[in-house]
T-cell receptor, first 112, second 110 residues
């Protein structure tokens, strides 16, 4: 079975540009999570969905960040406009139960 | 959100040595999990613990759910070079509240 799929794996962009990260969860999983990982702040939960509905978005840093899950097999995390401090590794994870999560390989974002 | 405190932050050990790390909180948790993250990859679930006092093994790894429900421990026996990585604990409280620890970085010297 395929695991969680994320694209792109690497993204380099300039400040002010829009960035869209994509995630395909494991088939049958009801929960989908977006995380951000940096050296300074560690692993931070940004938002998670249950059955395509956003449950907790309290970790979303500010209005520049938005996430959608239009169906059970696809989610996006969008940053508009991007800033250098958004540079990080962004992980998507999915699960059947909230805490036993399966992580994707991550998207490494660099905003210049 | 609430942080889970992991210690030590980093470890440098010789191949063959045993490793112990722990995760503590000021709050009670219902579930504890341990993840390993290798360089350039996402975290991978190693062990899940569901009740106080539970001791669970996965190969050379053994984890325990603390009796107070405020802590958990992970031990690795006879370490090998491929054990290198960052080990994260995670805990779930009631409902959908869950948190990740700050991570323990493990380096195994051949």
């Amino acid at each position: 079975d395929a695991g969680v799929i994320q694209s792109p794996r690497h993204e380099v962009t300039e400040m002010g540009q829009e960035v869209t990260l994509r995630c395909k969860p494991i088939s049958g999983h009801d929960y989908l999570f977006w995380y951000r990982q940096t050296m300074m702040r560690g692993l931070e939960l940004l938002i998670y969905f249950n059955n395509n509905v956003p449950i907790d978005d309290s970790g979303m840093p500010e209005d520049r960040f938005s996430a959608k899950m239009p169906n059970a097999s696809f989610s996006t995390l969008k940053i508009q406009p991007s800033e250098p401090r958004d540079s990080a590794v962004y992980f998507c994870a999915s699960s059947l139960a909230p805490v036993t999560q399966y992580f994707g390989p991550g998207t490494r974002l660099l905003v210049l | 959100g609430q942080q889970l405190n992991q210690s030590p932050q980093s470890m440098f050990i010789q191949e063959g040595e045993d490793v112990s790390m722990n995760c503590t909180s000021s709050s009670i948790f219902n579930t504890w999990l341990w993840y390993k993250q290798e360089p350039g990859e996402g975290p991978v679930l190693l062990i899940a613990l569901y009740k106080a006092g539970e001791l669970t093994s996965n190969g050379r790894l053994t984890a325990q759910f603390g009796i107070t429900r405020k802590d958990s421990f992970l031990n690795i026996s006879a370490s090998i070079p491929s054990d290198v990585g960052i080990y994260f604990c995670a805990g779930q409280r009631g409902g959908n509240q869950f948190y990740f620890g700050t991570g323990t970085s493990l380096t195994v010297i051949p």
